[in-house]
C-alpha cells in the first residue's frame, strides 16, 4: 500500500489495495490491545506468510541473559524480553480443495480498515480460486476495552459463485517466536532456547485450551478460545493438534449465496482465576454483538474526554486521533504493568517501559484520563523497593534510584553509558508526580504513593551529587547521562541538573501540604535533611557559556567539534547506526532534545530571550534521529513566536508512524512522540503552561487550519478549549468552578458557562 492510499480521514486507517511490502509496518500500525492484551494486525489466515504476526500480554516477559565481553559490578545479569505467544486469532479457508493465501488465485477486491473510533478493524476480500470459484471474506475484530482478557473476532464466508466444499480451521497457532536480532541494536533478541513451553492442551465441546509458561522467568499464561460456527445446514467438527496449532476444524457443504460464520471468543489470562472456561462461556452468552457494543461504548466515553478536533487538515486531524487512539488502547491500566516505548504494536526495545512514560505520556493522560496517569505512577511505586536496592547495588548510601529501562522493575539496559546513566530517570518519575498533583490536586496519592517516592528520590540525588570545590561550592552532577544519548557520561548534564533542582524543591514543598502519613514515610520524612536539599537547590550548578549566552548542556560540550550535519549523507541517519559511539559523543551533535526540553517542562525559569538563543544554537546541531524531539522543539519553536516553524515539526510529529518517518514502524509505533503530538496542540499551539496553581493558554492557530478544539481534564473537572482565528472559546463542561487564565486575563468559570476571549 503507498502512503497516499491511506485516506486521510479523521477516524479511519484505510487501505484499498493490498500492499505485501508495507504488511509489517501495517501489522504494527492495525494492532489492536486493551493495555493487557495484544494482537498485531496481521491477517487471520495461516496460509499467508508474511510479516510478523505477534500476541503480547502486558508485562509477560522471558528473561534473555545478556553477554558481556567484560562484565563489570552491577551490569544488570539478565534482560526481560516480551514474548510473542500462542496467537488465537489463526483461522484458515479452503473452498473445494484450495486453500485461500495470496499465492493461489485471485484477490478480486480487497480493503482494509482501522476504525479509530470504536477500535476494531476489519477486512473485506473477494478471492477467487484456482478453479474460479469466488467467495466474499468479511472479518472484524476488536480486544475488548471493557473484559481485559477477551479478545473477539467473526470471520463470514460467503459463496458467490458456486456450491462446494468448505473447511473453515480455528486455530491457536503454536509456532510464534520473537523476531531474532537484526543488524539493529533496537530491535530483537536470539534466546537460546524456546522462551515459552506449551504444558497441557485441552480440547472440549467447540473450545480449545493451551496452558504454558515461559522457560526462564517461569511466567504462566492460558489461553482459551471459544468457537462457534454456524450458518450452514450442517458442519461437521473435529480437533486436530499438531507442534505448529491446536485446531478446531469446520467442514461443510456451501451454497451460493450461503454464509458460513466463525466467531471466536479469545481469553488470555495469568491464572488470576479459577476457571477460565466457565468465564470464557458466560461471556460468549452475551454474543459478540453485545460485546463489540460495550467495547464501542468504553471508546465513546473516552473519546468524550480527550478528543481533539482540527478544522482544515484532515491528515492532521486523522494522525491526531490515531496517536491517541494507539495511546488509551496500549497503557496498563492496573498499577503493575506500565506502557511499552512501542506500546505492544512491535516487538522494538523488547517491550521495554522507559522515561518515555513520564515525560511523554503521563502528561496526555493526567489531561485526558488521569486515572490512568496514577496507574503508571502506581507501578512505579509498585517498584520502588527494587529501586531501592538497586541504589544500593550501585554503591548509593541511599535513596531509590528507578531502571532505565525494565518491564517487572529491575534494570534492563546492558549499555550503560546509553542506559542506566540516565539517572534522570529518578528527576523524570518526580516530575510526574507532581504534574499528576498539580493537575488533579489528588492528596490522598500523596499521602500514600507520591510523598514516599519523592524522599527516596531526592535522597539519591543527596548521596550522587557533590558540592565541588572548582566549581565554588556549586551542587555538581557527575557522570550521567542527560536525554540526549548522542553526549555520555557528562558532569553536569543542564537537564538533569535543572530538573533535580525543580524536584528538591517540590519535595519541600510537599511538607507544607499537610499530608496525613503513614508511620513509616513519617519516619522517613524525620530523617530527610531538609537543610541540605535547601542548599542543594540554591547552590544547583546549570552550566552556562557566557561566550555564546546559551545553556551549556554540560560541562564540556561546547569545548567539542561540531557535527556537520548539512554535509552527512542522508544514509548515514540515524547516525547511531553508521558510527561508534564515541565520534558520536566527541562532537556537538544531539540525538534528541535536552537543554530544550528542559526549558520547556520548567518553563518559568528561563526567560524568553534564553530560550530563543538556546533553541537556535541546538536546533543546527540536533538529528531528531530520536522520535522523542520533533515534539518538543515543535512546542518551543511555537512559544518563540515561529508558527512556520513550529507547523514544520509538528507535521514530523503527527504523522510519524502513519507516514512511517523513521522507517522502523513496522517494528512498532512510537508512542512517546504520538504524545508528544498532543501535546504539540495543548503546549505547543495553545500554549498550556501553569502559573502557580493557575492553568494559562496562549492559543494560537497553524495557518494551514480554521480552527481546532480540545477537552482536558483538570481537578475533576472538564474544559474545553475551542480555538479559532479571532476569538477563543473557554467552556466548563463539568465541574463546579475553574480559574484559568486567557494570555494574561484571569477569569473564573462556573459549571456549564462559556467565556469567549479574543
Ligand atoms: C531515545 C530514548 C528513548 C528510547 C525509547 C531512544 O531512541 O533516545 O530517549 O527513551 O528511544 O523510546
Not at 494522525?319 to 505492544?344: C, E
Not at 541504589?391 to 534492563?412: D, F, S, V
Not at 536546533?619 to 516553524?645: N, R
Request: hydrophobic residues 35%; charged residues 20%.
Amino acid at each position: 500500500m503507498t502512503q497516499a492510499s491511506q485516506t486521510a480521514s479523521g477516524w479511519w486507517v484505510k487501505e484499498d489495495s493490498f500492499s505485501p511490502n508495507d504488511y509489517r509496518k501495517q501489522e504494527s500500525l492495525m494492532a489492536l490491545s486493551n493495555g493487557y492484551l495484544s494482537l498485531r494486525g496481521s491477517f487471520e489466515e495461516e496460509s499467508i506468510k508474511l510479516g510478523h504476526a505477534g500476541t503480547y500480554l502486558n508485562g509477560l516477559y522471558e528473561f534473555h541473559p545478556l553477554q558481556y565481553g567484560e562484565k563489570y559490578t552491577g551490569y544488570p545479569e539478565q534482560s526481560q524480553v516480551m514474548i510473542n505467544l500462542p496467537d488465537p486469532k489463526s483461522v484458515n479457508l479452503s473452498i473445494n480443495g484450495h486453500t485461500f493465501s495470496l499465492d493461489e488465485g485471485k484477490i478480486l477486491e480487497f480493503e482494509r480498515y482501522l476504525d479509530i473510533k470504536t477500535a476494531s478493524l476489519a477486512r473485506h476480500i473477494v478471492w477467487e480460486s484456482p478453479s474460479g470459484d469466488q467467495v466474499n471474506i468479511e472479518s472484524i475484530r476488536f480486544v475488548s476495552a471493557t473484559y481485559k482478557h477477551l479478545a473477539c473476532l467473526q470471520y463470514k464466508v460467503t459463496a458467490l459463485n458456486f456450491s462446494g466444499a468448505i473447511t473453515l480451521t480455528s486455530a491457536i497457532a503454536l509456532d510464534r517466536q520473537n523476531l531474532t536480532r537484526e543488524q539493529d541494536p533496537r530491535v530483537g533478541v536470539n534466546f537460546e532456547d524456546a522462551s515459552w513451553r506449551i504444558s497441557e492442551t485441552h480440547q472440549h465441546h467447540q473450545l480449545l485450551q493451551v496452558h504454558g509458561s515461559t522457560t526462564l522467568s517461569k511466567l504462566k499464561f492460558r489461553c482459551t478460545l471459544a468457537n462457534e460456527l454456524g450458518g450452514l445446514k450442517t458442519i461437521n467438527t473435529a480437533f486436530e493438534q499438531t507442534a505448529q496449532a491446536l485446531c478446531l476444524v469446520g467442514k461443510g457443504q456451501i451454497q451460493a449465496g450461503e454464509t458460513l460464520t466463525l466467531t471466536k471468543y479469545m481469553w488470555y489470562d495469568r491464572y488470576e482465576m479459577e476457571n477460565p472456561v466457565a468465564q470464557v462461556e458466560s461471556i460468549q452468552a452475551l454474543g459478540f454483538e453485545a460485546l463489540k457494543a460495550e467495547h464501542e461504548a468504553w471508546w465513546a466515553k473516552s473519546w468524550e474526554q480527550m478528543d481533539i478536533s482540527i478544522d482544515g487538515a484532515e491528515p492532521m486531524q486523522q494522525a491526531i486521533r490515531f496517536n491517541m487512539f494507539h495511546l488509551t488502547q496500549a497503557v496498563g491500566k492496573d498499577g503493575y504493568t506500565n506502557i511499552s516505548a512501542k506500546g505492544m504494536t512491535g516487538e522494538g526495545y523488547e517491550g521495554h517501559y522507559f522515561w518515555d512514560t513520564e515525560i511523554y505520556m503521563i502528561p496526555f493522560f493526567v489531561y485526558t484520563n488521569p486515572h490512568i496517569a496514577k496507574q503508571l505512577l502506581l507501578f512505579r511505586y509498585n517498584t520502588l523497593d527494587k529501586a531501592r536496592e538497586r541504589a544500593l547495588e550501585l554503591g548509593h548510601k541511599q535513596g531509590a534510584l528507578y531502571p532505565w529501562r525494565t518491564i517487572n522493575g529491575y534494570e534492563c539496559s546492558a549499555y550503560y553509558p546509553a542506559g542506566t546513566a540516565q539517572y534522570h530517570i529518578n528527576a523524570d518519575i518526580a516530575y510526574a508526580i507532581r504534574l499528576y498533583y498539580l493537575v488533579t490536586g489528588d492528596k490522598l496519592f500523596m499521602e500514600s504513593y507520591g510523598f514516599e517516592m519523592l524522599l527516596e528520590l531526592s535522597k539519591l540525588w543527596m548521596d550522587l551529587g557533590v558540592f565541588d570545590p572548582e566549581k565554588a561550592g556549586a551542587f555538581c552532577i557527575q557522570e550521567v547521562t542527560g536525554p540526549d544519548e548522542y553526549t555520555c557520561l557528562v558532569n553536569n548534564n543542564m537537564y538533569t541538573n535543572a530538573m533535580v533542582k525543580s524536584q528538591m524543591a517540590f519535595t519541600l514543598q510537599c511538607f507544607d501540604l499537610g499530608l496525613q502519613l503513614s508511620p513509616s514515610t513519617q519516619a522517613l520524612a524525620e530523617n530527610f535533611d531538609r537543610a541540605l536539599a535547601q542548599r542543594i537547590i540554591e547552590r544547583m550548578f546549570l552550566p552556562y557559556s557566557e561566550r555564546l549566552k546559551i545553556h551549556a548542556q554540560d560541562d564540556s560540550f561546547l569545548s567539542r567539534p561540531v557535527w556537520d550535519i548539512a554535509n552527512t549523507p542522508r544514509n548515514k541517519f540515524p547516525l547511531l547506526m553508521h558510527y561508534h559511539p564515541l565520534t558520536l559523543y566527541r562532537h556537538q551533535v544531539c540525538k534528541q532534545a535536552d537543554v530544550v526540553l528542559a526549558e520547556l517542562l520548567l518553563s518559568d525559569q528561563f526567560s524568553l530571550e534564553q530560550k530563543k538563543r538556546d533553541f537556535d544554537y541546538y536546533a543546527k546541531i540536533t538529528t531528531h534521529d530520536s522520535s522523542l524531539s520533533t515534539c518538543i522543539y515543535g512546542i518551543l519553536a511555537c512559544e518563540l513566536g515561529d508558527m512556520e516553524q513550529s507547523y514544520q515539526y509538528y507535521i514530523k510529529t503527527a504523522r510519524t508512524d502513519l507516514d512511517d518517518f523513521h522507517h522502523n514502524a513496522k517494528d512498532g509505533i512510537h508512542a512517546a512522540n504520538m504524545a508528544g503530538s498532543w501535546m504539540g496542540i495543548v503546549y505547543g499551539f495553545a500554549g498550556l503552561r501553569w502559573q502557580q496553581d493557575t492553568p494559562v493558554f496562549n492559543p494560537a492557530l497553524p495557518p494551514a487550519w480554521t480552527g481546532y478544539r480540545f477537552t482536558v481534564q483538570i481537578h475533576d473537572m472538564s474544559l474545553q478549549v475551542s480555538v479559532q482565528a479571532d476569538q477563543v472559546e473557554y467552556a466548563l463542561l463539568t465541574g463546579s468552578h475553574l480559574t484559568l487564565k486567557h494570555k494574561d486575563q484571569a477569569f473564573t468559570l462556573t459549571q456549564g458557562q462559556a467565556k469567549v476571549m479574543q
